[in-house]
C-alpha cells in the first residue's frame, strides 16, 4: 500500500481555461505519459465519466486523479490534478476545487486568445491565492500566433507570460515541460503532521455499491483507516471503512496526511449529511474551529419539473433526491400545479445546468418530465413594509399591496470579434441592457453590459453566438436588484388561467410577448367541439387573443329548401348547445404543447 508522502514532494493544482481549450485532453497527456493509467484502458477524456459529459463532449463535475512523476532532478512527486469545467454555469465546482490546491495551470487556446470565461477562472484562482503558470495549448494549428496570445495574457490578465509553457495536448507535444513547471513553479502544500486533524469535504457522491463517498484534502494531522471521525457542521459521527487515492480508479491507502486529496467511505447513508465545505476531525481530540468553507451556490434560475404520468411522482422524488447528492448547487422543493399535478420547483445556476440536470434525471432515471418556463428569483416590496422573494411567477401577491419589484441585474462580459461588435450592441440593447464599458484586447472588442436577468435566462446565449457565428464569448456575474416596471403576464385558456405558462415580464413588452404565446397556443392546441379563446392578460386587462374555431355537424343538411326559419331554428339550437358545452367543456392541453411553448424565439 502507498504510504504518506513528504510534503515537499506534493503538488495539488487544477487546470482552468475558458471552454474547449483543451483542459481534459491536457489531463490525458499527464496521466498517459506519468503511465498512471494502463496504455490499454486509455481513452480520450478519462476523466469525464458521465455519459452526458462524454455526449456533450463538456466537462460538468470536477474531477481528481493523482499522479506519481519520477521528475528530472531524482525525486518522485506526487501531483494531484483536479480537472474543472469551463462553462459559466458550472464555475461553482471551479471555486470549490480552488480552495483545496495551491496552484493552477492556466490553459489559453493559442489560436484563439483569452476569452471571457478565462478571464472569470483567473480570477477566481487569484482569489484563492494561488500561482499561476500559464499554458499555451494548440500551438501545432496554422492558426496560433503564440506571440500574440501571450501580450494578451500580460495586457488583459496581467500575468506575467514569458515563461508560459508551448504545448500541444492533443500530439503530446510539450507535456514533459508541463510536469517540469507544475514541480518546479508551483508551491508545496503547508500543513502540520502532529496537529490535530483538520480535513476539508471537497465534493461526494453516491456510489450503490459503496454508499457515498467522500472526497477530502487534508490540511492538518493524518486521518487512518479506522478513526472515528466528526462533521463539524452537522456533528454526525462516522467510523472509516475505506481510504483510497484516485488513480481515476480507487486503491487503498492506509493513511493520509497533511496536504493530500483522497477519498473515504464511512457507511454514510445519505449525501445530504456530507456538507460541501464541511471540515471534518478526529470525534476525541479534534481541531479547534473549522475551516472557513465555501459560500453556498446561489441559484438564479427556477423551474418547476413535473412528471408527464402522475404515477412517477414519487420515482423522480427518489431521483432529484440522488441527483441533489451529486450536485451540491441544485435546490428543490415540492410545488403543485392545477395544470400539471405534483411536481419540484428547482434552483439552477443557469439554463445549461438545467438543462444537465434534466437530461440525467431522463437517462439515468427513465423519466418523462415538463419543465416549466424558467424565471428568476424577484423582490417585491410590499406597501406595509415588507419584502418578498417571488421564485414562481402565479404566487404574485395582488398588485394592489405591492410598492415595487425588483428584478436581478448582472455585469455580463463579453468578448467578440470587431465585425460582429454592432449585432452584439443591438442585441444587449434589445435586452434592456446598460452599457458600463468597451475596450480592445488586439483586435477583439470586450463589452461590458448591465443587463437584467429574466432576459438572459431565456435564449440570450444562443442568440448571442447565432449573431456572432460562435465567435462571442460570454460570463456573467450578479450584482443585486433594482426597480423595474414589471408585470405578471397569465395565459387564460377558455377563460381558465394555466399557472404553468404565466410569466414575468417587462411592461413595455408584454403585448409582444403575449400575442406571440396565444398564436403559439393556436397551433399547438387541438380543436374542440366547441369554440376556444385563448386570452393573455395583464391583471384584468386582456392583451392579446386569438380563438381556436370549433369543429361542426351541419345540422341543416336534411333541410332542403323550405322555410328559412326551419334552418335557423336548427342553427340556434346547435349554437345554445355549444354555448353549454363552452361552460362546462374542460380542454385538454397536450404536454408537448406545455413544452413546445415554453420555446420561446425572439
Known amino acids: ?61 470536477a474531477n481528481t486523479v493523482r499522479i506519481d ?26 471555486s470549490r476545487s480552488m480552495r483545496a490546491v495551491e496552484g493552477s495551470l492556466l490553459v489559453v487556446d493559442a489560436s484563439q486568445g483569452v476569452e471571457a470565461q478565462t478571464l472569470a477562472n483567473v480570477y477566481q484562482a487569484l482569489d484563492a491565492g494561488h500561482e499561476i503558470v500559464p499554458v499555451l495549448n494548440k500551438i501545432d494549428l496554422p492558426a496560433a500566433e503564440p506571440e500574440r496570445v501571450k501580450s494578451q495574457i500580460e495586457d488583459v490578465i ?32 503547508k500543513g502540520d503532521r502532529d496537529a490535530p486533524l483538520k480535513a476539508m469535504l471537497v465534493d461526494s457522491w453516491y456510489d450503490a455499491y459503496l454508499g457515498v463517498v467522500v472526497m477530502i484534502r487534508v490540511m492538518d494531522g493524518v486521518i487512518r483507516k479506522g478513526d472515528r471521525v466528526k462533521m463539524m457542521q452537522t456533528g454526525a459521527v ?51 474551529a473549522p475551516l472557513p468553507g465555501f459560500k453556498p451556490a446561489q441559484p438564479v434560475v427556477f423551474c418547476g419539473l413535473f412528471p408527464v404520468d402522475a404515477n412517477d411522482f414519487e420515482a423522480l422524488r427518489e431521483a432529484i433526491e440522488k441527483l441533489a447528492l451529486n450536485d451540491a448547487s441544485f435546490t428543490y422543493e415540492m410545488e403543485t400545479s392545477a395544470a400539471l399535478g405534483f411536481g419540484f420547483r428547482c434552483g439552477f445556476l443557469g439554463l445549461l445546468h438545467l438543462e444537465v440536470v434534466r437530461d440525467r434525471l431522463e437517462r439515468e432515471y427513465d423519466l418523462d418530465l415538463i419543465t416549466t418556463a424558467p424565471s428568476v428569483v424577484y423582490q417585491i416590496y410590499m406597501k406595509d413594509g415588507t419584502l418578498q422573494e417571488l421564485h414562481n411567477p402565479t404566487d404574485m401577491p395582488d398588485l394592489t399591496y405591492v410598492d415595487h419589484i425588483e428584478e436581478p441585474r448582472i455585469r455580463a462580459t ?5 465585425e460582429y461588435l454592432g449585432d452584439v450592441l443591438k442585441l444587449c ?90 398564436e403559439k397556443l393556436k397551433e399547438l392546441i387541438p380543436r374542440h367541439m366547441f369554440k376556444i379563446p385563448i386570452q393573455a392578460a395583464i391583471g384584468g386587462r386582456v392583451i392579446a387573443r386569438e380563438t381556436i374555431s370549433a369543429m ?6 336534411k333541410c332542403y329548401g323550405g322555410d328559412a326559419t326551419r334552418k335557423r331554428k336548427l342553427l340556434d339550437k346547435q349554437k345554445a348547445g355549444k354555448k353549454k358545452m363552452r361552460q362546462f367543456g374542460k380542454v385538454e392541453i397536450p404536454q408537448q404543447a406545455f413544452i413546445n411553448a415554453l420555446k420561446m424565439d425572439s
Not at 465567435?471 to 385558456?493: N, P
Not at 361542426?552 to 343538411?557: G, H, N, S
Request: net charge negative.
Open 429 to 518: 440593447q434589445d435586452r434592456r441592457g446598460i452599457q458600463l464599458d468597451l475596450s480592445y484586447a488586439g483586435a477583439r472588442a470586450m463589452v461590458v453590459y448591465d443587463l437584467p436577468l429574466n432576459e438572459v435566462v431565456f435564449d440570450f446565449y444562443d442568440r448571442l453566438k447565432s449573431v456572432t457565428k460562435g465567435y462571442a464569448s460570454f460570463d456573467y456575474q450578479i450584482t443585486g436588484y433594482r426597480e423595474d416596471f414589471l408585470v405578471k403576464m397569465s395565459i387564460l385558456v377558455n377563460d381558465e388561467p394555466v399557472d404553468a405558462l404565466s410569466m414575468m415580464v417587462h411592461r413595455d413588452r408584454a403585448d409582444m410577448r403575449g400575442r406571440a404565446m396565444v
Open 69 to 94: 512523476y519520477p521528475a528530472k532532478d531524482g525525486q518522485t512527486y506526487v501531483l494531484n490534478l483536479i480537472d474543472t469545467p469551463g462553462h459559466v454555469d458550472f464555475a461553482y465546482e471551479v
Open 238 to 288: 462516522y467510523g472509516i471503512d475505506r481510504l483510497a487515492v484516485l488513480k481515476p480508479q480507487m486503491v487503498d491507502i492506509a493513511e493520509l496526511g497533511p496536504g493530500e486529496i483522497g477519498v473515504l467511505t464511512a457507511s454514510i447513508k445519505q449525501v445530504r449529511d456530507t456538507r460541501v465545505g464541511d471540515t471534518i476531525t478526529h470525534e476525541k481530540k479534534g481541531c479547534a
Open 552 to 557: 361542426r355537424k351541419d345540422v341543416t343538411a
Open 414 to 418: 463579453i468578448m467578440v470579434p470587431d
Open 158 to 189: 496581467g500575468l506575467d507570460a514569458s515563461e508560459a509553457v508551448l504545448i500541444s495536448a492533443k500530439s503530446g507535444l510539450g507535456i514533459p515541460d508541463v510536469l517540469e513547471a507544475i514541480v518546479h513553479r508551483l508551491p508545496p502544500p
Open 1 to 61: 500500500m502507498p504510504r504518506m508522502t513528504q510534503l515537499d514532494l506534493i503538488r495539488n493544482f487544477s487546470i482552468v481555461a475558458h471552454i474547449d481549450h483543451g483542459k481534459s485532453t491536457l489531463a490525458d497527456r499527464l496521466i498517459q505519459l506519468t503511465g498512471t493509467v494502463a496504455e490499454r484502458d486509455m481513452k480520450a477524456q478519462i476523466l469525464d465519466s458521465m455519459e452526458i459529459e462524454r455526449e456533450r463532449g463538456i466537462t460538468i463535475k
